[in-house]
């Protein structure tokens, strides 16, 4: 029998709601899982009940929206670390397409484990659930906050760890500055937005652009003030080559001295 396939989708949905002084927005997380079983027809299918695996509630102003803590709330619900890259992306593009930037902000994830019974094709499946409505009653789940299993607990304090690793000063000094004018049409269409500040480089053209080696494109004063902190890339994590502790010192005492070189 055929061993399925995972499908992970999320949604962003704003809400109003009463905040502490001090808050911009309430964030939630939600993340279910669902199994569903195919014979013949992607249009026809049986399935389980969708079922609340973590949640989580927090306070938060704007800033914290485009933080590494976000990717911890994702671990922290349950969302598997190969699986967060191109959820956080998708869930980035939503949150710059917010017609109400002040509203709350509630994040559904839904992992969908599917498998063929019968002569339907997996691909024909995964499109089909892709042009799914998320639909979950929110108000059904439970209005505490999951608790995380002890294997998760000791992998998000081992996460959080090497979050918090700043890149060293060589790799940013030598990332390379250019004009979004310079930029490749291509280059635009896959990466249209600086997942940090969440503003499309069109609307900040005389803000200098730098990509790195992944080829994910950021802001320059975005990515370096990252890079200070944190040496994985803020979608992907991919792991720029980290500062010495001699150097992370040295770095204190500069303050924001460090900059990218010119192309």
């Not at 869930?91 to 930037?101: D, G, L, W």
């Not at 019968?118 to 499109?127: A, L, M, N, P, W």
């Amino acid at each position: 029998m055929s061993q399925g396939r995972d499908i992970y989708r999320s949604q962003v949905r704003q809400y109003q709601t009463t905040l502490p002084p001090g808050r911009d927005k309430e964030l939630k997380i939600f993340f279910y899982r669902q199994s569903r079983f195919w014979h013949d027809d992607p249009a026809n299918y049986t399935h389980d009940e969708c079922i609340l695996q973590g949640r989580r509630a927090v306070f938060v102003t704007h800033d914290f929206l485009t933080s590494m803590t976000m990717r911890w709330l994702l671990l922290s619900v349950g969302l598997p670390l190969e699986e967060q890259a191109p959820i956080l992306e998708e869930i980035i593009t939503q949150f710059a397409r917010m017609a109400v930037p002040e509203l709350s902000i509630t994040v559904v994830i839904l992992h969908i484990k599917i498998r063929s019974l019968g002569s339907v094709d997996y691909q024909d499946i995964i499109d089909f659930v892709a042009r799914e409505p998320i639909n979950v009653n929110l108000d059904a789940s439970p209005i505490y906050d999951t608790p995380m299993p002890a294997s998760t607990v000791s992998l998000l304090r081992t996460y959080m760890s090497l979050l918090t690793i700043p890149a060293s000063r060589s790799s940013i000094e030598g990332l390379k500055k250019v004009r979004f004018d310079s930029l490749e049409e291509d280059v635009i269409r896959e990466t249209p937005t600086c997942a940090i500040c969440i503003k499309d480089f069109v609307e900040c053209v005389d803000e200098l652009i730098t990509s790195l080696p992944c080829a994910h494109h950021y802001h320059v004063d975005c990515i370096v003030q990252w890079l200070k902190r944190d040496h994985t890339c803020p979608l992907c994590r991919y792991r720029m080559p980290p500062a010495r502790m001699d150097e992370d010192r040295d770095g204190d005492r500069d303050g924001d001295a460090v900059e990218p070189s010119n192309p």
